[in-house]
């Protein structure tokens, strides 16, 4: 779903730069997604284990890029954990070297991708829906729904579904 919200947020920009007539070139708008794309994983990645338990990453540090266990064999675990503030501080120090290395007005240059980003953050919630993970509280309602990797195993609100549409669309 990450590869759905980049490509979506690049293509309503490069939509905004056609209609719009504005100055900036595709090459620089390829480019300065290639870097918001590495500093969303890189920095997303690190904003989470710095915040989650960073001591296990210290004494575990190829669990921080690897997708296999090694305890019991091979077995493939996934990589999970990003933390959006990780995402967000990267992305913003990016966009300001980016910005200021090729003699860009930053304002102007970050306003030209805030209303594409809502849409794209979509993509993510709807990912995280699809994963069965961030559900949120038990409810009674008709439209709650049973997450398979829910420990208690009870009904709960589709939060992901209330973010994608309400901090995405909406």
Same mark, same amino acid.
Do not use: H
């Given at each position: 779903m990450y590869g759905v919200a980049f490509l979506t947020v690049y293509?309503?920009?490069?939509?905004?730069?056609? +209609? $719009?007539? %504005?100055?900036?070139? $595709?090459d620089t708008i390829f480019t300065a997604m290639l870097?918001?794309? %590495?500093?969303?994983?890189?920095?997303g990645r690190l904003g989470y284990i710095i915040s989650s338990d960073f001591r296990y990453y210290l004494a575990n540090p190829l669990k921080i890029i690897s997708p296999f266990d090694f305890? =019991?064999?091979?077995?493939? +675990?996934?990589?999970?954990?990003?933390?959006?503030?990780?995402e967000l501080i990267a992305v913003l120090s990016i966009d300001i070297?980016?910005?200021?290395q090729k003699k860009i007005n930053i304002w102007h240059f970050t306003?030209?991708?805030?209303?594409?980003?809502?849409?794209?953050? +979509?993509?993510?919630? %709807?990912? =995280?829906?699809? =994963?069965? $993970?961030?559900?949120?509280?038990?409810?009674n309602l008709p439209w709650g729904m049973y997450f398979p990797l829910d420990p208690t195993h009870q009904l709960r609100h589709p939060s992901q579904l209330y973010e994608a549409f309400f901090e995405g669309i909406f």
């Open positions: 293509f309503l920009v490069i939509y905004r730069i056609k +209609t $719009e007539k %504005l100055k900036y070139s $595709e870097y918001a794309i %590495l500093g969303v994983l890189v920095g305890s =019991n064999g091979l077995q493939y +675990t996934g990589i999970s954990g990003m933390a959006y503030y990780g070297i980016f910005c200021y306003d030209l991708f805030v209303p594409a980003i809502p849409l794209g953050y +979509t993509f993510g919630r %709807l990912g =995280n829906f699809i =994963n069965g $993970e961030l559900y949120g509280r038990v409810t």
